[in-house]
């Protein structure tokens, strides 16, 4: 049995068996609006929690996880030790010198201590938010999708794995007029996906790398499921947009590219390729959740090694932009 839920002009199918409560106030980390990057035109990128993998270069490492959590900001920390006081669980204490130090295996995120800072030393990160309150947001922004025909991503993290709130979000954006997009790894079950190309505009797609041991050393998984899906919507009408985040030592050799360009090619659909050259920007965030990175001191690649990629790309035959 098929049940209905009404947006708009539009309806949403569920599954048999309804919704589950994460489904029905999935978490966001962040609605960043006045986006130029992430679709055409003027967009606000609304970002899930959660995703299922693990690339060792992401700068959103706070979606790696589905749950709100409790990130640290030491250098705005007073050692006031109230967050030691408050904590219920004994995740926060004082150690060596009186440095602050978090159990984050402990933490259940109840944002205690968050309550409790002065500081704002300590942030909860995500909260649960209702597709009512996500449309509000959007909805904020309404002139500006008109006057540049940008709309609305659904990014992340990883928005498939909440395909119910994500299918109810894109249904009203298009009942609205809202031009619609998701970046997604590819990386969920077909039915995840399938269930939202209706309510979908433009699909922007990531590939790190062709060679599965490759891909599953760099990312945690296989790029089986990720290449079955490329080659499922290649087979549909919806827009298709392929990125590749260039990494020097995991994926930025010209053949690694080439291998890549020709087998997006071979899919026949997809509009452009976009090169996306590696950044430290989100390097800092590892030590606040408590993580480590793994490429300290890695170099972006220099703009005539990205131009010299972007010529492979287009002599196999395809579009292609550095960037953005």
Same mark, same amino acid.
């Given at each position: 049995?098929?049940?209905?839920?009404?947006?708009?002009?539009?309806?949403?199918?569920?599954?048999?068996?309804?919704?589950?409560?994460?489904?029905?106030?999935?978490?966001?980390?962040?609605?960043?609006?006045?986006?130029?990057?992430?679709?055409?035109?003027?967009?606000?990128?609304?970002?899930?929690?959660?995703?299922?993998?693990?690339?060792?270069?992401?700068?959103?490492?706070?979606?790696?996880?589905?749950?709100?959590?409790?990130?640290?900001?030491?250098?705005?920390?007073?050692?006031?030790?109230?967050?030691?006081?408050?904590?219920?669980? #004994?995740?926060?204490?004082?150690?060596?010198?009186?440095?602050?130090?978090?159990?984050?295996?402990?933490?259940?995120?109840?944002?205690?201590?968050?309550?409790?800072?002065?500081?704002?030393?300590?942030? *909860?990160?995500?909260?649960?938010?209702?597709?009512?309150?996500?449309?509000?947001?959007?909805?904020?922004?309404?002139?500006?999708?008109?006057?540049?025909?940008?709309?609305?991503?659904?990014? #992340?993290?990883?928005?498939?794995?909440?395909?119910?709130?994500?299918?109810?979000?894109?249904?009203?954006?298009?009942?609205? #007029?809202?031009?619609?997009?998701?970046?997604?790894?590819?990386?969920?079950?077909?039915?995840?996906?399938?269930?939202?190309?209706?309510?979908?505009?433009?699909?922007?797609?990531?590939?790190?790398?062709?060679?599965?041991?490759?891909?599953?050393?760099?990312?945690?998984?296989?790029?089986? *499921?990720?290449?079955?899906?490329?080659?499922?919507?290649?087979?549909?009408?919806?827009?298709?947009?392929?990125?590749?985040?260039?990494?020097?030592?995991?994926?930025?050799?010209?053949?690694?590219?080439?291998?890549?360009?020709?087998?997006?090619?071979?899919?026949?659909?997809?509009?452009?390729?976009?090169?996306?050259?590696?950044?430290?920007?989100?390097?800092?965030?590892?030590?606040?959740? #408590?993580?480590?990175?793994?490429?300290?001191?890695?170099?972006?690649?220099?703009?005539?090694?990205?131009?010299?990629?972007?010529?492979?790309?287009?002599?196999?035959? *395809?579009?292609?932009?550095?960037?953005?």
């Amino acid at each position: 049995m098929v049940g209905t839920r009404r947006q708009g002009n539009k309806d949403y199918k569920e599954k048999e068996g309804g919704q589950s409560a994460p489904e029905e106030r999935p978490v966001i980390f962040d609605i960043q609006r006045f986006s130029i990057h992430d679709g055409p035109g003027i967009r606000t990128l609304v970002f899930f929690k959660g995703c299922p993998l693990r690339c060792q270069w992401c700068s959103n490492p706070e979606s790696y996880t589905r749950e709100p959590q409790v990130v640290y900001y030491r250098n705005r920390c007073l050692g006031c030790l109230r967050c030691v006081e408050v904590c219920r669980r #004994g995740a926060v204490w004082a150690g060596a010198g009186g440095r602050l130090e978090t159990d984050r295996q402990r933490c259940q995120g109840c944002a205690a201590c968050v309550d409790a800072c002065y500081a704002q030393a300590r942030v *909860l990160l995500g909260r649960r938010m209702t597709v009512e309150e996500i449309m509000t947001e959007i909805r904020k922004d309404s002139i500006f999708y008109r006057r540049s025909g940008g709309g609305v991503t659904l990014g #992340g993290g990883e928005a498939t794995l909440w395909p119910i709130s994500a299918g109810e979000i894109l249904a009203a954006c298009q009942a609205e #007029g809202i031009h619609t997009a998701i970046e997604t790894c590819g990386h969920a079950p077909w039915s995840n996906v399938e269930g939202l190309l209706e309510y979908l505009n433009l699909v922007i797609f990531d590939i790190k790398h062709l060679n599965p041991e490759v891909h599953r050393r760099y990312t945690g998984v296989s790029n089986q *499921l990720i290449l079955e899906n490329l080659q499922r919507l290649a087979q549909r009408s919806v827009p298709l947009v392929i990125r590749i985040p260039v990494i020097p030592g995991v994926n930025n050799a010209p053949e690694d590219i080439e291998a890549i360009a020709t087998y997006v090619r071979s899919q026949g659909h997809a509009s452009k390729l976009v090169l996306l050259p590696y950044h430290r920007f989100g390097e800092e965030k590892y030590a606040r959740l #408590g993580l480590s990175y793994a490429f300290p001191g890695l170099q972006p690649p220099e703009e005539e090694e990205m131009n010299a990629l972007a010529a492979i790309v287009r002599s196999q035959g *395809l579009g292609c932009q550095v960037g953005g």
